[in-house]
């Protein structure tokens, strides 16, 4: 089975829409931020004028995948047995708006969350994980926890008011903000919640599944294991740009649940630049560059690979060589654009050093992405939407010694490696049923799981349920 024929009918019919004509014009973009979608309907209403906002959503995926080619495995590895696995995401969303200015306007966000089922493989096995829902470590359960608590601060530096693109969300309670002002975020959160969005690859709910396709792989943004940190979040916004910065907790140790707030020592910096610009006349669109500098506890794969080399250490442990100032930084950059009134593309790129490992998302130092997503206005279903995506990801030669060696990191281990960049299709149909519940058929077609050409391809077919409440 190869890559290429892995997903010819989702491939056939997101050409198809491609070639009917083109609806009419969209009006031309506004100045406010393009990072999110108008509101999806939901099961009940949300008043947009009410000083309080509570909403939920529950998301079902599951997966499957087939056997596979695999001459041997590690304790790492995609099981090659064919396997089935459901996850099961539900959030309560709580905001508060304790005065209602809309030049100086406070939210008050507390989310609560529960995150049961497993992934396919305990999550482990591929850079570019099918299921963006499932927490890596199963030992956690389903006990609800605290996803998101922060306050969120908005101070108006002109009386010129735009309307928030998207409208009221759990993260932004006030439809309109002063078209220059500052935001500022303090508490608990999920640093892409405010960085690197994408409104055509960014959400397991409604769009894409795979970790790489919705998130920059090559971002190790700061984040335990379930992928909450504490952090603060600058963010200037004009009429067609906004800069922001943020600096988040890391993790004690690699992909662990525990946070260092030992900030002098350990922390996640985060840079990003937004341009609010179009290509096309009367379309929107946006670019967006991001950079990072992580400090943390982390180990290097050179000095682990050398240590295995000269009989010091039985097996690659890079776990053994960790110190504490280890630097690793990236930058990244993502772009999206409307072709037409239902037509969009997007792309990604993500870079970082691949020396010091992998140490809070995944085990990614390279990344390129293209993704669209078509309207179904013309079939008359408004809300449903087709998408498709490429994901090509890579890991530097250290790291890829490490894992040849018979090294694990916390997600990756095959026992031995046959280099190859981990190349990923994703194809999905999304579906509204009625108000707030939607249904979806995807699949995912991986080529050379965990960068390994002796394993594989993996052809992974879903189905996902999402309320909206």
Same mark, same amino acid.
């Given at each position: 089975m190869?890559?290429s024929t892995c997903?010819?009918p989702?491939?056939?019919?997101f050409?198809?829409?491609?070639v009917?004509p083109?609806?009419?014009?969209?009006?031309?973009a506004t100045?406010?931020?393009a990072?999110?979608?108008?509101?999806?309907?939901?099961?009940?209403?949300h008043?947009?004028a009410?000083?309080?906002f509570?909403?939920g959503q529950a998301n079902?995926?599951?997966?499957?995948h087939p056997p596979f080619?695999?001459?041997?495995?590690?304790a790492?590895?995609?099981?090659s047995?064919g396997?089935?696995?459901v996850?099961?995401?539900g959030?309560?969303?709580?905001?508060l708006?304790?005065?209602?200015?809309?030049?100086?306007n406070t939210d008050?966000i507390y989310?609560?969350?529960?995150?049961g089922?497993?992934?396919?493989?305990e999550?482990?096995?591929?850079a570019g994980?099918?299921?963006?829902?499932?927490v890596r470590?199963?030992?956690?359960g389903?006990t609800?926890y605290?996803?998101?608590v922060?306050?969120?601060q908005t101070i108006g530096?002109?009386?010129?008011?735009v309307?928030?693109d998207?409208?009221?969300?759990p993260?932004?309670?006030?439809?309109?903000?002063?078209?220059?002002?500052?935001d500022f975020r303090?508490g608990?959160m999920?640093?892409?919640?405010?960085?690197?969005?994408?409104?055509i690859?960014?959400d397991?709910h409604?769009?894409?599944?795979?970790?790489t396709?919705?998130?920059?792989?090559a971002?190790?943004?700061?984040?335990?294991t379930?992928?909450y940190?504490?952090?603060?979040?600058?963010?200037?916004?004009?009429?067609?740009?906004?800069?922001r910065?943020?600096?988040?907790?890391?993790?004690?140790?690699a992909n662990?649940?525990?946070? @260092? *707030?030992?900030l002098? #020592?350990a922390s996640?910096q /985060?840079m990003?630049f937004e $341009?609010?610009h179009?290509f096309?006349p009367?379309?929107?669109g946006t670019l967006?560059?991001?950079?990072?500098?992580n400090h943390?506890?982390m180990?290097s794969y050179?000095?682990?690979?050398n240590?295995?080399?000269a009989?010091t250490d039985?097996t690659p442990?890079?776990?053994r060589h960790?110190?504490?100032?280890?630097?690793?930084?990236?930058f990244?950059g993502?772009?999206e654009?409307?072709l037409?009134?239902?037509?969009?593309?997007a792309?990604?790129?993500?870079?970082?050093e691949?020396?010091?490992?992998?140490f809070?998302y995944t085990e990614?130092?390279?990344?390129v992405?293209?993704?669209? @997503? *078509?309207a179904a206005n #013309?079939?008359?279903r408004a /809300?449903?939407?087709?998408g $498709?995506?490429?994901?090509s990801n890579?890991i530097?030669?250290d790291?890829q010694?490490y894992l040849?060696?018979?090294g694990?990191?916390?997600?990756?281990?095959?026992?031995?490696l046959n280099?190859?960049?981990?190349n990923?299709?994703?194809?999905?149909y999304?579906?509204?049923l009625v108000?707030?519940?939607?249904?979806a058929?995807?699949a995912?077609?991986i080529?050379h799981?965990?960068?390994n050409?002796?394993?594989?391809?993996?052809l992974?077919t879903a189905?996902?349920?999402h309320?909206?409440?």
């Amino acid at each position: 089975m190869k890559l290429s024929t892995c997903l010819l009918p989702a491939l056939a019919l997101f050409a198809s829409a491609l070639v009917v004509p083109c609806a009419q014009a969209q009006p031309p973009a506004t100045d406010s931020p393009a990072a999110a979608e108008p509101a999806a309907p939901t099961i009940f209403p949300h008043s947009d004028a009410s000083r309080y906002f509570i909403a939920g959503q529950a998301n079902i995926i599951f997966q499957a995948h087939p056997p596979f080619h695999s001459p041997y495995a590690g304790a790492n590895s995609m099981l090659s047995r064919g396997e089935y696995k459901v996850s099961l995401l539900g959030t309560l969303y709580l905001g508060l708006q304790p005065h209602k200015n809309l030049r100086y306007n406070t939210d008050l966000i507390y989310d609560e969350e529960s995150s049961g089922g497993r992934g396919l493989s305990e999550a482990l096995g591929l850079a570019g994980f099918t299921n963006l829902d499932v927490v890596r470590n199963p030992t956690l359960g389903s006990t609800p926890y605290m996803a998101r608590v922060q306050v969120h601060q908005t101070i108006g530096l002109t009386d010129t008011l735009v309307d928030v693109d998207g409208g009221r969300t759990p993260f932004a309670l006030a439809t309109k903000a002063p078209a220059r002002r500052l935001d500022f975020r303090l508490g608990k959160m999920s640093l892409p919640d405010v960085l690197d969005l994408n409104s055509i690859a960014s959400d397991s709910h409604l769009q894409f599944q795979n970790w790489t396709v919705d998130n920059n792989g090559a971002w190790d943004y700061a984040a335990d294991t379930r992928g909450y940190t504490t952090a603060a979040v600058l963010e200037y916004d004009d009429h067609i740009w906004s800069a922001r910065y943020a600096l988040a907790a890391m993790p004690t140790v690699a992909n662990g649940v525990d946070l @260092d *707030y030992a900030l002098r #020592r350990a922390s996640g910096q /985060n840079m990003e630049f937004e $341009l609010r610009h179009s290509f096309i006349p009367g379309r929107k669109g946006t670019l967006r560059t991001l950079a990072f500098v992580n400090h943390a506890h982390m180990g290097s794969y050179r000095e682990a690979v050398n240590a295995y080399l000269a009989g010091t250490d039985v097996t690659p442990d890079i776990t053994r060589h960790e110190h504490f100032g280890a630097v690793k930084y990236g930058f990244g950059g993502n772009a999206e654009q409307e072709l037409t009134a239902n037509l969009r593309v997007a792309a990604r790129f993500g870079w970082n050093e691949g020396q010091h490992e992998s140490f809070a998302y995944t085990e990614v130092d390279q990344t390129v992405e293209l993704a669209a @997503d *078509y309207a179904a206005n #013309r079939w008359h279903r408004a /809300n449903d939407k087709l998408g $498709l995506a490429f994901v090509s990801n890579a890991i530097k030669r250290d790291h890829q010694n490490y894992l040849r060696d018979g090294g694990l990191g916390f997600l990756l281990g095959d026992r031995h490696l046959n280099y190859g960049r981990e190349n990923i299709v994703e194809a999905y149909y999304n579906a509204h049923l009625v108000s707030g519940m939607y249904a979806a058929l995807g699949a995912q077609a991986i080529d050379h799981p965990g960068y390994n050409r002796d394993r594989g391809p993996v052809l992974v077919t879903a189905v996902r349920i999402h309320i909206d409440f």
